[in-house]
């Protein structure tokens, strides 16, 4: 594919409404990143994929949050009972592989609005 | 954990003006990568750098990595409107994780 692709691009919800935003990664990448990004902040690690490997969680917030990946190809991040706080744009990566030396390549985003 | 400052975090220059952010590191890295992300747009990688004291140009833009590869710089030279955005730094090391922890950001604001 031409590169990472997100849907929805803009997504606005009600509080206490589960959310479910998808990630299409670049074909042959096998690493797969989900990112938050506050408005003005940095980038907060949310959970990472590699291959068929389990995958490493240690960055979601809560249990509210999930994610959920076939094989090396499209990755789903749930977001169950949304909060205010939860409002942000949510960013997609993927690399080639399991390699500190590989690039990652972002998505376009998926900004969510919890009202 | 690691830990990672960036600064400053935001910057603004009359356009021609030279600009600089630095990113530091507690820990020893593997390697280090820089992003620069427009208003309203997404992370694009930029460069990577490996080895001790490294230095790596792009037109302008000039990357160094620390003698003890715990810091690393971004100088542009002559800011132009184009270069305006939010420069990343994402720190690596070695051990297990394969995680990049990002620093915050410097925001480059440039006047015309």
């Known amino acids: 594919g031409a590169g990472v692709s997100q849907s929805p691009s803009n997504k606005v919800t009600e509080k206490g409404k589960d959310v479910e935003l998808r990630c299409d990664p670049i074909?042959?990448?096998?690493?797969l990143y989900w990112y938050r990004q506050r408005l003005g902040q940095g980038l907060e690690f949310l959970i990472y994929f590699q291959g068929n490997s389990a995958p490493d969680k240690s960055g979601l917030p809560s249990d509210r949050f999930s994610a959920e990946r076939t094989g090396e190809s499209v990755s789903t991040l749930t977001i169950q009972r949304t909060q205010q706080e939860d409002s942000a744009v949510y960013l997609c990566?993927?690399?080639?592989?399991?390699?500190?030396?590989?690039?990652?390549?972002f998505g376009p985003g998926t900004r969510l609005t919890v009202t | 954990g690691q830990q990672v400052m960036q600064i400053p975090q935001y910057q603004h220059v009359q356009e021609g003006e030279d600009f600089t952010t630095y990113c530091n590191s507690s820990?020893?890295?593997?390697?280090i990568q820089w992003y620069k992300q427009r208003p309203g747009g997404h992370p694009v990688f930029l460069i990577q750098?490996?080895?001790?004291?490294e230095v790596k140009k792009q037109k302008r833009l000039t990357f160094q990595f620390g003698e003890a590869k715990k810091n690393s710089s971004l100088h542009i030279t002559a800011t132009q409107t184009t270069d305006v955005g939010t420069y990343f730094c994402a720190l690596l090391t070695s051990g297990g994780s394969y995680i990049p922890t990002f620093g915050r950001g410097t925001s480059l604001i440039v006047h015309p």
């Open positions: 074909s042959g990448h096998t690493a």
């Open positions: 820990t020893t890295l593997s390697n």
């Open positions: 990566a993927s690399s080639l592989g399991q390699d500190l030396s590989y690039e990652q390549y």
């Open positions: 750098l490996v080895k001790s004291g």
